[in-house]
């Protein structure tokens, strides 16, 4: 009989360790089916936590073989295919972990809450009206309602990886665009201001939480979003603004990339002679040439045209 | 096999040898790329920061200028080519006649004729790997290649579908089929921080370290990866990042091209890998 093993690392409290599973096969069923196996006919001591087995609740995220999945709503044939039928079963990365599967949602809670994810309701509504929205208007919001905080783009998110002091989990910047976005909110200019020395644009565009929300939210987009909105609002004198900029005006000017002075116009003349010995390793190689300075595309008018009509477009 | 070829900035500067690589690949295998004359950046991940309808727009004339040229457009960048599909994905999916408005002020039109493809994905399915390693040279037999992919060449899988984001296996296959030994590592599908260079530089640094340090652990003579974005990061940081990690053992970084030229029998100047700042010379040795 076709046999299925989790490799599970565990954690008591202590220690880390990894702890082997094998049981039979069934098809049609989950990844939480087999944790749940597990528990009830080889060891009730393993601990995990799920509730709905309906994607709503968001508590059942665990790593399969490097990667963030919703256990509950992810087929186990489709992971035996991609993975074979050996799966490595990790709790989230990115979260301090409680026991075996069970990871602190604690920390994360306090710096959403930190984020004034909450509705700030216009002063024109009350308590015996409510804050009516229109459809079109609740319609903009849907995608970042749908969040279920399962966690599943913090634990796969680059940058929190790396570094989670001047980063926020992917799914706080989403909810934080939602409240932008909300047309009863009216705290829009002050949440976006706030965000900017958040971590705003610190983000690696690695489009790790795009692709591993189980609920079709798309983070990186919504980071995104406030971007445009921050620029929009003029707080655009960070390095990450004047280098988003300089890629458009590059554009504009000739139609390509102008690298010698990407560096200057991004963190200035004392941030480019603090890379001094970066400039002069890539001199020696050849890889930079200070004298080469991008001459217009053949169609450059075409390229002015088109972002002219853009802009009016956008009036 | 004719496309238009989008070589992408970086191309034309730091990751000059990407261009002369893949130009040297393509004529060997007899795969004619022919350079979209007048292309421009394609936005390199940054431009919907500040003008999303811009990145859509720009792209678009891109996709156009390939079109005129009745051909497949083909890029050797993942950014390029998600920026591409991303901006082809939202003409496809509703935006053509308004995209197409602005174009019109540019006597240009999107008609959604060229497909957005990449040299990687090229050499397994057009191309074909049984092909490729018929014309391999000479076999990169005893080397140990860790394939790197880069994001944006899975990520997001909505726009990059050719191979699941997952488990996804064409450049250990490529490897195989030149020769060479195809070798796991733990950040062969990690992201390099080449985007944040400049606001998140020390965790870019960081990330550099750890990648290379990854597929020295994992006894790999080399990397290849088909982004020449990653190949710039790992290899330009690498001394940076080999501090940052404490390993010190150079990884020379390869682009794709330069792996298959390898594999085709021509010499790592003709591939330009004199140009890059790490294990020069362990390519040299270990290529005879």
Redesign the interface.
């Known amino acids: 009989m076709r046999q299925i093993t989790y490799i599970v690392t565990r954690f008591d409290g202590v220690k880390s360790f990894t702890q082997t599973y094998t049981f039979p096969h069934q098809p049609g069923k989950t990844l939480l089916w087999g944790l749940i196996t597990i528990k009830e006919t080889l060891d009730s001591s393993l601990a995990f936590t799920a509730a709905c087995r309906a994607a709503v609740c968001g508590a059942c995220a665990i790593r399969v073989?490097?990667?963030a999945f919703l256990a509950c709503e992810t087929p186990l044939d489709g992971i035996l295919d991609?993975?074979g039928d050996t799966l490595t079963i990790e709790p989230l990365q990115n979260f301090p972990v409680i026991r075996d599967l069970v990871v602190n949602w604690e920390p994360k809670a306090e710096r959403l809450a930190a984020a004034n994810t909450w509705l700030k309701p216009q002063d024109n509504f009350s308590a015996k009206e409510g804050c009516k929205q229109s459809v079109a208007d609740f319609k903009k919001i849907t995608p970042q309602i749908n969040c279920i905080l399962c966690g599943a783009c913090a634990s796969e998110c680059?940058?929190l990886s790396?570094?989670s002091d001047?980063?926020l989990e992917p799914f706080t910047y989403s909810k934080v665009w939602k409240f932008v976005a909300d047309s009863r909110d009216k705290d829009a200019a002050a949440r976006v201001k706030a965000i900017v020395d958040k971590g705003l644009?610190?983000?690696?565009?690695?489009?790790?939480c795009?692709?591993k929300c189980p609920k079709g939210l798309?983070p990186g987009e919504d980071i995104?979003r406030l971007?445009?909105m921050s620029?929009k609002m003029g707080y655009t004198d960070n390095?990450?603004?004047r280098?988003?900029?300089a890629?458009?005006q590059?554009?504009e000017d000739t139609?390509?990339?102008n690298?010698t002075k990407l560096?200057l116009r991004?963190?200035g003349m004392i941030g480019s002679i603090g890379k001094l010995p970066?400039a002069l390793?890539?001199l020696r190689?050849?890889?930079?040439?200070p004298l080469?300075a991008?001459s217009k595309?053949?169609?450059?008018?075409?390229?002015k045209?088109?972002?002219?009509?853009?802009r009016e477009?956008?009036q | 096999m004719k496309y238009a070829f989008f070589p992408g900035c970086v191309l034309e500067g730091a990751a000059k040898e990407n261009y002369i690589a893949t130009t040297a690949v393509a004529k060997a295998l007899g795969i004619e790329l022919v350079e979209i004359p007048g292309w421009t950046c394609c936005g390199a991940s940054h431009v919907q920061d500040v003008d999303d309808l811009a990145a859509t727009a720009i792209n678009a004339r891109n996709i156009a200028l390939a079109e005129q040229m009745n051909m497949p457009l083909l890029t050797v960048c993942n950014t390029c080519t998600l920026m591409l599909r991303k901006a082809k994905a939202k003409l496809d999916g509703g935006q053509k006649e308004k995209i197409n408005g602005i174009l019109a002020k540019a006597d240009l039109q999107y008609q959604g004729t060229s497909e957005i493809t990449h040299l990687l994905w090229v050499l397994l399915k057009d191309y074909g790997l049984d092909k490729l390693q018929a014309a391999v040279k000479r076999p990169l037999k005893g080397l140990k290649v860790a394939g790197y992919y880069g994001c944006h060449i899975l990520r997001p899988p909505a726009l990059m579908d050719f191979e699941d984001f997952a488990n996804p296996q064409s450049l250990e296959k490529l490897i195989a089929s030149l020769g060479g030994q195809p070798v796991e590592f733990g950040h062969r599908l990690k992201c390099c921080g080449f985007h944040a260079t400049y606001t998140a530089e020390p965790d870019m640094i960081a990330i550099t370290g750890q990648t290379n340090q990854s597929a020295v652990e994992a006894g790999a003579d080399c990397m290849v990866t088909p982004c020449p974005l990653c190949q710039m990061s790992l290899d330009m940081n690498q001394p940076e990042g080999q501090a940052a990690v404490n390993c010190h053992q150079e990884m020379p970084v390869l682009h794709l091209a330069q792996l298959v030229g390898l594999a085709l029998g021509l010499s790592p100047e003709q591939l330009g890998i004199n140009r890059h700042i790490a294990g020069r010379e362990v390519i040299q040795a270990k290529i005879k």
């Open positions: 073989n490097g990667q991609r993975f680059s940058k790396a570094n001047d980063f644009w610190k983000c690696l565009h690695c489009v790790e795009v692709t798309a995104a971007r445009q620029i390095p990450g603004a280098h988003a900029k890629f458009l590059d554009i139609g390509r990339l690298e560096s991004t963190i970066f390793r890539l190689r050849g890889k930079l040439n080469h991008p595309v053949k169609g450059h008018e075409q390229i045209a088109i972002l002219k009509a853009v477009s956008e």
